[in-house]
């Protein structure tokens, strides 16, 4: 019976018209199913939209009267809302649209609809776009720009432009982003110039009804390099006055322009230190431009010398001692781990130690340590971890989370950002589940404490459950096989694509051992002579014949010094230390002992092994959920996956032939025999397929 009824759920599904799907949609592709009545006193353009998607989207019983009422609460918080059946209440009219979209979202979901007041965690949840003014994206993987392009209509806004801007603001509000850095961190001074500005005007213009400014990322260098100064000292006063009027240009033109997004003295940026300044004169001086119209300069602390030392403690040596010399409409953004977007690194120490200055962290969307927009890598719980991570500032309970929404120690703001990974693609990320990240991400940036498994549970209702045609056929019963046959398997594939990624590419604390340039493929062996040694993967994983790992205990580089006690001892000690951060702090000999019993040759083996085993139990999951996902999206993530697979398999075999040359061991013998030759995995450098 049950064999009966498993084979009509089958052919329900392969006879409903799954059809091609490019993923344009979005986790936004829900159809009304009913009628609800509007009841709102004010109107706006934000509240019209919130009204329209009222009425495309409602899911709920036909007929309800729902009230949209704008009105302070003291207890919501900015654009903050309260829910209940009958009730969308908040402080602005941009509260209610975000309302609107979790009420439309829960009843998609099934989740319960009760009066709750929901507030965000961060003021600005932005994107960071590293997107160049000639269209490219730096480490974009989804096609060309969706702002800039090049070519003799680079300035023209055509219909199609607006269209797609407008799509854009429409799914980042639908998360609760309200800002976008529209242009790289390596910025061309050419942003600044007026025919630019003019275009990020007409940005501006259709994203507000949403909720969303933009900002800009300026170089430091711009007053000498378009301004025609002989120097961009921040204490000249021409500088100053220069820095002044583009401003004053720019809030002519965008009254509610958000600001600057600076890199500066970073990986050849120009910066205060080329005049002998520090990053705070910097700052200070574009913020003090930006303050009467209530912008914010948010400053990065990317910053290492090359001159040696251990790279992961520049940013906490630099900054630490300028904490309480910016202005307080400076925010110091950080990136999450204290060396660079790595598949697992510690959080950088500077979350919670700088205590007088604003501080937000900077995620990385784009997988550009994480197998671009090929690989299948849920970056939610990876966040989480970061977010949840101890800091021990306050004592127990100063997460990097509360350290920087404002819980631990008052910021003037809050703010988060993420690395967009967002192109022309059809499906905007190149890789319909890097969608996921960008909800995931947005998400988060509402409410820091969200878990990765409820992220994960929505996303999949809202991309795959509610494809127009066969929602609605979905009644109750298929529903309990959808979520069994397609729900389950899918989010234990995603929640677990992480930790396959971090095995198969750097398990227990390798990092940066990637191919040069394109980040993509293992490239532990690169190091060619005269190249910056913190450039090289052998500075990362020091291996040779007594061992592996890089020493930052106390008597190696001291990084463990910069975390507060606890954690300073914990990292220290080998018996404390987590094994997921083992050869991050500690240099150690190929026999050493894992708390597995195995030595840690062995353990590097067996963790490599299982990396490319997840990813094949990845395929299997996605082909046998193919009855239950349109044709398009079914091929093309199985033909991601089938490159993802072959991809760590040669990671596995890079990294294990390699350091093989310094274990002397053998693989263990019950693993699977490397199939590719090093000398050839050398050669291809694993350049992108
Ligand atoms: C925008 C890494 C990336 C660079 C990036 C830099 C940064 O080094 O490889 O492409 O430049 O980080 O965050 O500034």
């Known amino acids: 019976m049950r064999n009966c009824f498993i084979c009509f759920i089958i052919l329900f599904f392969a006879s409903l018209n799954l059809h091609a799907e490019d993923g344009h949609d979005l986790w936004l592709r829900t159809k009304s199913t009913g009628i609800v009545d509007i009841v709102c006193e004010k109107s706006s353009s934000t509240l019209n939209i919130a009204i329209q998607e009222l009425k495309q989207c409602w899911r709920g019983e036909s007929g309800t009267t729902l009230t949209l009422t704008v009105k302070p609460n003291i207890l919501i918080v900015d654009d903050g809302f309260k829910i209940s059946p009958g009730e969308i209440q908040a402080n602005t009219d941009l509260g209610i649209l975000y309302g609107v979209y979790e009420l439309l979202r829960r009843q998609q979901t099934g989740e319960q609809i009760k009066e709750e007041i929901f507030n965000p965690s961060y003021e600005r949840r932005l994107l960071n776009h590293w997107d160049n003014l000639d269209g490219s994206i730096e480490r974009g993987y989804a096609g060309l720009s969706i702002f800039w392009r090049k070519g003799k209509d680079s300035l023209i806004v055509t219909g199609e432009d607006k269209k797609l801007w407008e799509e854009y603001a429409r799914a980042n509000a639908s998360i609760g982003i309200n800002g976008t850095v529209l242009n790289n961190v390596n910025a061309s001074p050419n942003m600044l110039t007026s025919e630019i500005i003019n275009r990020a005007k007409e940005v501006a213009d259709v994203l507000r009804p949403f909720g969303i400014k933009i900002y800009l990322s300026v170089k430091f260098s711009s007053p000498s390099l378009i301004g025609g100064l002989k120097t961009s000292d921040p204490l000249n006063p021409e500088v100053t006055k220069w820095w002044n009027a583009k401003v004053k240009e720019i809030y002519n033109l965008i009254p509610d322009f958000g600001g600057f997004l600076v890199k500066a003295n970073s990986e050849g940026q120009p910066g205060p230190q080329d005049f002998g300044r520090t990053h705070a004169d910097g700052a200070n001086m574009m913020a003090d431009a930006l303050k009467p119209n209530g912008g914010i300069v948010m400053w990065r602390a990317f910053v290492y010398e090359t001159s040696g030392g251990d790279r992961a403690k520049q940013a906490y040596s630099e900054f630490m001692p300028l904490d309480g010399q910016f202005r307080d409409n400076v925010i110091i953004q950080v990136k999450n781990g204290p060396v660079d977007f790595q598949p697992r690194e510690p959080f950088s120490p500077l979350f919670g130690a700088m205590k007088k200055t604003s501080v ?330």
């Not at 969307?365 to 970061?386: A, D, K």
């Not at 509610?466 to 929640?495: C, G, R, S, Y």
């Not at 006690?565 to 894992?594: A, R, V």
Request: hydrophobic share 35%.
């Open 360 to 689: 937000m962290p900077e995620l990385q969307i784009t997988q550009e340590y994480l197998g671009h927009s090929i690989h299948l890598v849920f970056l939610s719980t990876m966040w989480e971890e970061f977010l949840q991570s101890e800091t021990y500032q306050q004592g127990k309970g100063s997460t990097v989370a509360r350290c920087t929404d404002g819980s631990v120690y008052p910021q003037k703001y809050t703010a988060i950002a993420g690395v967009s990974n967002i192109g022309l693609d059809a499906n905007w990320c190149g890789h319909h589940f890097a969608q996921a990240n960008w909800y995931a991400f947005g998400r988060l940036a509402w409410n820091n404490s969200l878990s990765s498994e409820q992220i994960a549970v929505e996303w999949i209702k809202l991309t795959f459950c509610q494809t127009a045609e066969n929602f609605d056929k979905i009644k109750d019963p298929l529903l309990v096989e959808w979520d069994l046959n397609f729900l389950k398997p899918v989010k234990q594939m995603i929640l677990e694509s992480r930790e396959a990624a971090v095995n198969y590419m750097m398990p227990l604390g390798l990092h940066h051992i990637f191919a040069p340039d394109h980040h993509y493929g293992p490239g532990p062996w690169w190091a060619p002579k005269g190249v910056r040694k913190d450039w090289t993967p052998p500075y990362y994983h020091q291996a040779d014949t007594n061992g592996i790992g890089f020493d930052r205990t106390q008597t190696g580089s001291n990084a463990v010094s910069q975390y507060h006690e606890p954690l300073n001892s914990k990292f220290n000690d080998l018996k404390t230390c987590p094994e997921i951060y083992l050869l991050w702090f500690h240099h150690l000999p190929w026999n050493y002992k894992m708390k597995s019993g195995r030595s840690l040759w062995d353990e590097l083996c067996y963790y490599y092994d299982i990396g490319l085993q997840q990813v094949r139990q990845f395929q299997k999951v996605w082909d046998k959920i193919q009855p239950y996902v349109d044709s398009q999206r079914f091929v093309e993530v199985q033909s991601k996956l089938r490159n993802q697979c072959s991809n760590a398999h040669e990671w596995k075999d890079a990294c294990l032939l390699y350091f093989q040359q310094f274990s002397r061991q053998p693989i263990p013998y019950e693993i699977e025999r490397p199939v590719h030759d090093l000398e050839y995995l050398i050669e291809i450098d694993m350049k992108r397929h």
